[in-house]
């Protein structure tokens, strides 16, 4: 099976979901996934990866200054918790009763929503 040039990854983990950080400056910290960059694979969590932004100043914010805001961190270092019993989990694919493909937790056997 060839994958073609422009082919995006199927990802594990979307936007909304609950993520724990297990590899970087932010390892063991928790949040909401509010935005996903495919082409790089890339996400963005709330309250994690915090940087200093330097800003000029403008209509939203007059004085300028630094501002703390997140930066996107890679798929790789995030882990899924599981809805279930609150830890980390890899995720899996099956069939529901309704013959849906769903995301369903290795650990708990539990279906992700």
């Known amino acids: ?10 990802l594990k983990i ?5 993520v724990k950080v297990i590899a970087g400056d932010s390892k063991g910290s928790q949040g909401k996934i509010t935005e996903i960059n495919l082409t790089k694979s ?3 969590v ?8 330097h800003t000029k100043p403008n209509a939203a914010n007059p004085n300028g200054g630094i501002v703390k805001q997140e ?10 918790v599981d809805p279930k019993t609150g ?6 694919r099956k069939k529901n009763d ?7 937790s290795k650990k708990s056997g539990e279906e992700i929503k």
Do not use: C, F, W
């Open 1 to 10: 099976m060839e994958r073609k040039k422009n082919a995006q990854p199927k």
């Open 87 to 92: 830890e980390t989990t890899r995720v899996g």
């Open 46 to 53: 709330e309250g994690v990866n915090l940087v200093s932004k």
């Open 42 to 44: 890339r996400a963005i």
């Open 98 to 104: 309704a013959g849906k493909l769903v995301r369903v």
């Open 71 to 80: 930066a996107a961190i890679h798929i790789s270092n995030l882990a899924l």
């Open 14 to 18: 979307r936007k909304g979901d609950l």
